[in-house]
């Protein structure tokens, strides 16, 4: 077994409901609990993060009563740091770090954010998962009160934050993107904008691959701005070492996940929700990023060991899955492998935060190259060609593209994404809004991911 494990072995693997991680939980010693806090080298008390999931859902994230969590040490690590990651920036406030919003570009700017000593970026625009996640409307009902409603996507959820003061400090800076982007989110930040009364605005360019030089001066010239802006908030100089050693640890992140998400799509040893929340965290890095590098190494080392003795977490045989855009609700993904599916390609809309940083490059030049090659910024068949790549390589069986009501980008492309997979993969499409914030998938939903999963397996 893995020695991140401390002596503590894991179970079988398999994925478990919130009340069976209670009954797990009474197994972890003591000492276990002890080990780990957010922050290293801090060993605070107030710092430990190894909780079970029904601590969070007392604090309000009651969706976690209803999923389903992969039994290991390392899975328990990694959804007790995710789900403190609001109490996280909050304690970063109070030890004297400097919280950066971080807006639009999902991945880039937080690599240049974390070049800077005691700066901690993160992206409010990953709190749109907070409506389902707490079964609650409030931060949607803020938004819509501010001026932006039901016509928008759920990432809307953001600027209710933002209203609130609770769901994260109020930042010390506000870095937007915009431009070639998303014009919901885009939206969005114009609100924020206008509520805070402060927002650096950067420049984001459409990719041309005939022209990609242009784009990444321009892209470099807008990050000198928000260097400089950092600098005077900081009374720091950046240098171009420190640079390249936050392009390196985002780096070592992003080739952890890209194992990660190989061994689950190939090898099934970890499942499609972990590897969600896996994906994500190369966006931010929930905050922490020294902690959470620790944890994707003690995933990986637990994904490996699963490899090699054959323990696949979720069936091999099951239904082969890509799937397009992240389900707003985590419920989903939960229902899908419940039914006999796995996942095996995903297309989240963060491109930009999965492929490496070319450390041969001068670091500015390198970060705006990785920000060309994102998911928005490009036309919608590069970003099919993206998804169809993998779910080539992984013999995806059928294509679920889970859109939101008024999401720009899904209305506008969903369907011609997936004619495209179906002309060159031959595989059947599935496509549907993921409904509100709910305690169930609605019924309608349900019935139309079980006949699409019948349909894939009547093809077998
Ligand atoms: S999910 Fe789509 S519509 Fe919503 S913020 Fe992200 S890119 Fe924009």
Redesign the pocket.
Known sequence: MTGFNFGYQDPVPARITFEEWDDLFQQIPDELIEKFHYFPPNQDAWSKYLFPPQVFAIYGARHLRRLKFDNSLAALRLWGFVNNESERLFRARQIGRRVIAVMGD?GPLAVLVNAFPDCVPFYP?CW?WTPFVMESKVLLETAARLGIGEA????RAALGAFAKHSYFPDPDLIIAATGA?????SG?ENLVARLTGSCLWVETPLRQPENIEPLSDLLVAEYHRVISALEELTGTHLTESALAQSIAQANAVRTMTARLRQLAYQDAVLPALEIMVIEFGCLHYYSDIAEWTAILRHLLATAEYRRQTRQPVVPPEALRLAWL??P?DPLLLTYAEDQGARIVATEY?INQALTLIDQSQPPLTAIARSHIDG??NGTSRERAEMLIRQAQANRAEGLIISG?L?????AMESRLIGSLVREQLQIPVLEFDVAPPNREIDRQTKTRIDAFLELLRSRR
């Open positions: 999902l625009d749109w928008t996507c759920y990432s982007s998303c014009d919901d989110y969005v855009t992240p707003a809309v998911s928005l939101i008024g999401g720009s980008h899904c």
